[in-house]
């Protein structure tokens, strides 16, 4: 039972980080002067 739960919060911990990944990068695309800071990773991806 442990070993399920350990694989269901590992889990939904990539798909949380992968998500806040994509909304960073969306929200750098309509805001880039703003940040900054991701604006090589966002122009690198374009």
């Known amino acids: ?14 798909c949380s980080v992968i998500l806040l990944a994509m909304i960073l990068i969306l929200a750098a695309d309509g805001t880039a ?4 800071w991701l604006s090589p990773y966002t122009s690198s991806l374009s």
Not at 1 to 14: G, L, T
Not at 33 to 36: K, L
Request: hydrophobic share 55%; proline share 0%.
């Open 1 to 14: 039972m442990a070993n399920q739960i350990a694989a269901i919060f590992r889990a939904w911990c990539c």
């Open 33 to 36: 002067d703003s940040v900054q």
